[in-house]
């Protein structure tokens, strides 16, 4: 009987051959090209894109026009206009100050007497009349002047105007009193029927009304500062018949 030959013997593990080593060589920065395009394309057309869209979109610029110089004239206008608006000021400060200080009052305008002369009538619509009152003018201001630059005195029966008289201005000191005699003539005065009848009856009965009016433009002085006002008074008095007619009773008031 045949032996079989022994098996070969098996052979060693033979070691894995090491990776061949890379060798690296210097190269220099000058050889580093990358190309940014190549490299990314899209990003170099979207920034592109962007630079025109912002070129595009820039507000235009104006050029300011050059500041004109002011004319020296509307300056000296605008300083004599606050120079005019500040002695304005301080003129109405003042006044108010002194008006306060002094607190004027209104003159007083009163008839302590009148004589009642004639009433006579020529046709039984024309009247005739003779009247003489005494009008007194008080300034009750103790350190105000004031100055009468109208006077106009007008004679009422029933409210219908039947004489008037204007008397000269004059001027009036602090507490002054002035009496003014006033004689008003009514010659041919036109009355209604109705007036006629009723004055004839006052007449008969001995007591005859009359209404006096005054219109005034009064100027009061301060100093330097002066200022006018119109005043008005008025004046019912009472008279016994002519011809020796005197005030039985009467009712003055003045007021602006």
Known sequence: MLSLPPPPPSPLPTEAAPPPEKRSFPVSLNQIVISK??????????????????????????????????NPVMWFGAILCLIFSLVLIVFGIATLIIYLVIKPKNPVFDIPNANLNSIYFDSPEYFNGDLTFLANFSNPNQKLDVRFEYVDIELYFSNRLIGTQALQPFTQRSRETRLESVHIISSLVYLPQNLAVELQKQVQSNKVNYNIRGTFKVRANMGLLHYSYWLHGRCEIEMTGPPTGVIVARSCRTKR
């Open 37 to 70: 395009q190549a490299r990314n394309p899209q990003s170099s057309s979207a920034e592109t894109s962007n630079s025109d869209s912002k070129k595009l979109s820039k507000p235009p610029i104006f050029k300011h026009p050059r500041p004109r110089r002011t």
